[in-house]
């Protein structure tokens, strides 16, 4: 309502990206996909179009479909490094989670050269969580070279340091996938 009643320009975009987000968090697909439809071709802010990448990623990992989440925020991570680091890590952390969630090595390596090439100051930690989602995916003739996963959580603890709720709570979530449930 706040967007409908806002004059056309940044501040009714940002008011309709904030809408989408917030329909998307309360279980309102296709009202989220509606407000991203109708923001996007008028948005050319990097941040808000990475916000709306992180809806339209948000519909397509609810739909199972972990291959469209990681395209999805791969495509739209390379302008909001620029704009917003913070976010892009964000993103990036949610991509290996998605080549995870596919079983594919391949999606995962390819999110931690990404990260490298960006040259984000949490690169380190991205490249210690595909470590981490690599070395969970040991069906690759190339398991050898991996780390072990008690090496990549150890790597990622370091990377994270403490506090943060959400970190610790993901952290906590890949013990439990290694099979370190204490």
């Known amino acids: 309502r706040a ?8 501040d009714q975009l940002r008011r309709i990206v904030a809408a989408a987000e917030a329909a998307a968090e309360a279980g309102h697909r296709e009202w989220a996909a509606q407000l991203v439809d109708c923001a996007e071709p008028e948005t050319h802010d990097p941040q808000l179009r990475a916000r709306m ?6 519909l397509a990992d609810e739909d199972g479909d ?31 989670e998605a080549g995870w969630s596919a079983r594919d090595r391949g999606m995962v ?40 996963s008690a090496e990549a959580l150890a790597r990622m603890a370091e990377c994270q340091g403490p506090g943060e709720p959400r970190a610790t709570a993901s952290l906590a979530a890949w013990y439990v996938v290694a099979g370190d449930d204490a």
């Open 66 to 96: 972990p291959a469209e989440t990681h395209r999805l925020l791969l495509d739209a991570v390379g302008p909001a490094a620029r704009a917003a680091p913070d976010l892009a890590n964000e993103m990036l952390l949610w991509a290996v």
């Open 3 to 10: 967007a409908a009643l806002t004059p056309y320009g940044p």
């Open 53 to 58: 990448a992180l809806v339209r990623a948000r």
């Open 109 to 148: 390596e390819q999110v931690a050269a990404v990260a490298g090439e960006l040259g984000l100051p949490e690169a380190e930690h991205v490249r210690a969580y595909a470590s981490l989602a690599a070395a969970q995916l040991p069906d690759d003739p190339d398991t050898a070279t991996l780390p072990t």
